[in-house]
């Protein structure tokens, strides 16, 4: 049950998937790096980090007897997201299910950005496959610990709400002025972004003046 | 703010520089002088003729190693990069505001004052280092130099128009270069600087002055590039075939505090000798090739040189400088800043 072709202009606004990571993180980390292209190159060492790790512990998570399809393309019209699935196991007597599991390298996180991009994947599997994706699971690396998440409506209200959000702001092409916070520290983006500094940054004419000591 | 990487200065004039593996090496008629791991790479400036095999250009487009190939003057002649994405939107903004005369002031301003400020530091510090054995009329001469560039400092934080600007660094460009021999402590005839002088340079001191513009002219070129600007497009100068005019904008601010400081400082320390250069039949001087790898040894060693970045209050490399400032450029740009903080030095 192949997905069917969209519009042009409809293809052109979708948004990555890992946007919406980005974006519940922090919007200006969405913004530098899908706006601005800031460290894209980053990006995708990481992500070429990231495959290691989930081909090795994807070995375990496989069990006989299961479909498993690995780094599946995938799109949603109503979400406007675009992106990949890790891996997909196909469950049920006949294999008809879908079952997302997204490999991560760090732990659980107290946010719930891991959640809502595994949502989304599994908003995308529905849309493509025309069956209810009920759960998936999120597997880490550093803990070795898979979880279960189970797509209720609370976290698909937030998925729905967090791509929208992100897709706007993108499309506006502005990019909104850091907030400094304890999750900086943990930003790739930092040096670049400079939160400290520009958060409240100084009127640079009379900052200027005080250099020069007019 | 970004790892400060080598560049890798080829100074003989018969290098060919090929890839082998991971590694650029350098060849003179055939045998191996030279290896560099390209991971450790962030630029390779070559001063040589034979130039560089296609595949050694196509892996360091591909890492975002930029070579530049400059004439053994140090007279730049072409440069290879990458297929970088870029960032089509800050483009367009620079573009934008290169088109709207007054955009551009609030960024000419930072430039300019910047400049003027830092040139004025060049003098202070020579004033506070040797102030009191200058010979007669040194020292009034460089107290009134300083004045005027405080002045003129203080003039462009009022100036309305880049215009106004352009003249204002051309003010402050006369009052320092008009006391630059009284910055060469040596005595040596050789040393004598005869106003500024670059097609060619005519005295040794004008020599090393292009040199080190044309290597500052590089690192201010890729910094530009790595952070989405076109550094064809500028603000203080316009823009003009083949110029890289923005390269060039943010090379001001940097001048004295990179360039000018290191010549003063080589010549006064007679780290170089007249004979260290070339008097052309034409008048044209050049740097030999011996004393150009000194002087590439110095102009790294200035570049790991720490020092307090004035506006981010972070400690850096006089070589991110730079990288620092194109950054601020872009944030200026894209809406974050209201103007574009020059680098101050102190
Ligand atoms: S440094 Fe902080 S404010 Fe800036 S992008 Fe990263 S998380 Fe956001």
Redesign the pocket.
């Known amino acids: 049950m192949p997905a069917s072709p969209i519009d042009r202009e409809t293809e052109e606004a979708l948004i990555p998937l890992s946007a919406l990571q980005h974006y519940l ?5 969405c913004a ?1 790096i899908h706006v601005e292209q800031l460290w894209a190159e980053d990006a995708a060492t990481a992500e070429g980090r990231l495959f290691h790790d989930k081909v090795d512990a994807g070995r375990a998570e496989t069990r006989p007897g299961q479909r498993v399809a690995r780094g599946v393309a995938l799109r949603s019209v109503a979400l406007g997201v675009t992106g990949k699935a890790d891996v997909v196991e196909f469950r049920g007597r006949d294999h008809l299910t879908p079952f997302p599991i997204e490999y991560k390298r760090g732990k659980p996180k107290a946010h719930r950005a891991d959640e809502v991009q595994l949502c989304a994947q599994a908003m995308c599997l529905e849309e493509a496959f025309g069956v209810p994706v009920p759960e998936g699971a999120l597997f880490y690396g550093e803990t070795r610990r898979r979880q279960g998440v189970a797509f209720d409506e609370a976290l698909r209200a937030l998925t729905r709400q967090t791509a929208d959000a992100a897709r706007s702001m993108i499309a506006s092409q502005a990019t909104p002025p ?4 304890p ?2 520290r ?5 040096a670049l ?3 400290a500094r520009l ?1 409240a940054p100084p009127s640079v004419a009379r900052w200027l003046a005080a250099q020069i000591g007019a | 703010m970004r790892r400060m990487l080598n560049t890798l200065y080829v100074t003989s004039e018969d290098a060919w520089l090929r890839k082998d593996g991971a590694n650029v090496v350098v060849e003179i008629d055939g045998s191996e002088r030279g290896r560099a791991p390209l991971h450790m790479l962030e630029g390779v400036v070559s001063f040589g003729r034979p130039g560089a095999s296609p595949a050694l250009l196509a892996a360091c487009a591909e890492a975002g190693i930029t070579i530049s190939h400059l004439d053994p003057n140090g007279r730049f002649l072409a440069r290879v990069e990458g297929p970088r994405t870029g960032n089509v939107l800050l483009r367009r903004a620079q573009f934008r505001a290169a088109d709207n005369p007054t955009r551009g002031v609030p960024i000419v301003r930072g430039i300019v004052a910047a400049k003027a400020a830092n040139q004025r530091t060049v003098i202070r510090r020579a004033l506070r280092d040797h102030g009191d054995s200058l010979p007669g009329g040194g020292r009034e001469a460089l107290e009134a130099a300083e004045r005027r560039l405080t002045d003129v400092a203080r003039r462009t934080l009022a100036a309305t128009s880049v215009d106004l600007l352009r003249g204002l660094e051309g003010e402050a460009a006369q009052a320092y270069f008009g006391v630059f021999n009284q910055l060469l402590r040596t005595g040596d005839p050789a040393f004598v600087f005869g106003g500024r002088s670059r097609r060619p340079p005519l005295d040794r001191v004008n020599a090393l002055l292009s040199f080190f513009y044309a290597l500052l002219g590089h690192d201010c070129r890729s910094a530009l590039e790595a952070h989405g600007l076109d550094p064809q497009v500028g603000f203080l100068h316009s823009d003009r075939p083949g110029r890289a005019s923005l390269a060039l904008d943010l090379m001001e601010e940097l001048r004295p505090v990179l360039a000018d400081r290191l010549v003063l400082s080589l010549i006064n320390r007679r780290q170089l000798a007249a004979d260290d250069f070339t008097v052309e039949d034409a008048g044209g001087v050049r740097l030999n090739e011996t004393a150009r790898k000194r002087v590439l040894v110095a102009w790294q060693e200035r570049k790991r040189d720490e020092l307090t970045h004035p506006f981010f209050g972070e400690s850096m490399p006089l070589g991110v400088v730079a990288h620092a400032q194109a950054q601020l450029l872009a944030r200026h740009l894209r809406g974050d800043l209201d103007g574009y903080p020059g680098f101050v030095w102190k």
């Open positions: 993180f922090c919007p200006r980390q530098l850091p907030v400094h916070m999750a900086c943990r930003c790739s983006l930092e972004c400079q939160p958060e």
